[in-house]
Structure formats: C-alpha cells, structure tokens
C-alpha cells in the first residue's frame, strides 16, 4: 500500500505521535463519569480529576507530587510514596468539590501492578472517591509507606499523611 497520492488520509497527530489511544478515550467518555487522569514524569505524580464535557475538558480537581513539599514532604517526589500521597490530596480536593466516583484514565502508559499510577488510584481511593480497580494490582501497604526505601521516607510519609487526614 503506497502512502500518497490523492485519496491518501493523514492520521489525527496525537495518534501518530503515540499520544492518544482514541477508541480507549471514547469508552472512558462514554462512561459519563469524570476520569481520573494520572500521568507520571520521571521526576513526579500529576492526577487531575477531568469532566468531559462539549466545549472541551474541564478539571475540577488536581495535584501534583510538587504540592506536597507544602505540606511537609521533604524526600523524593518520584516514587510510589508520592504517588500515593499525590492521588490522596486531589481525592481530597475532588471530594470537597462534590466528585462522588471517577473511571481511572493511564493514558498510554504501560501499567505495572503495584507501580506509581496504581499507587496514585490508592491514594484516590482512601480519599474516598469510588474507582472501579481489582484489587490485585494496588501496591502492598508496606510499599505504599516507603518501607522499601527508608527509614527517612517513611517519616516522611507518616507526617505528610497525618497533616492531609486532618486538612
């Protein structure tokens, strides 16, 4: 199949960049509950708590693993500690604005069970929003505490929890 000539279509940009899996997309708007988006950099957790909606996506909620030096986090912001901590403080924001539940939105990143995305989901979660998951694939609780890591983060983490469950 030659790729030219005048009946020959581009494919949308985001498509061909990797970027966008459209068919996934349409499914989770479908859904017609907002989606929890969460993205990992090398460096930290985003999560956003997105409605759909026709004018274009509106976020009501969001955090970035940044935010929580504010809060007293004083280690790594690249780590499943974070990431969890990140999911729980936009849970929080997202509760306070009225979300009851979300569908988890990866993107195209590649899933590992008990990794920062799933981490991120726990955090959401113990937030109190409702997000249908298998149980199977969320990090062990040890993980999630940074018992893996050190002693430093665990600390850490024990502070930062204790200052966002009393916000």
Known sequence: MKHQGPHYRVGFRRRREGRTDYRRRQRLLRSALPRAVVRKTLNQTLV?????????????????S????????SVGTGNVPAA??????????AVAKGVKGAVLDIGVQQPTRGGRLFAALQGLIDAGLEVPHSEEILPAKERIR??????????????VKAKLEAS
């Open 84 to 93: 969890y901590l990140t999911g729980y403080l936009a849970g929080k924001r």
């Open 146 to 159: 940074g018992e893996h890591i050190g002693d430093a983060v665990v600390k850490s983490f024990d502070a």
């Open 48 to 64: 956003q708590i997105v409605e759909a909606d026709a004018s274009g996506d509106r976020v009501v909620a969001s955090a970035q």
């Open 66 to 73: 940044l935010d929580l030096k504010e809060h007293g986090w």
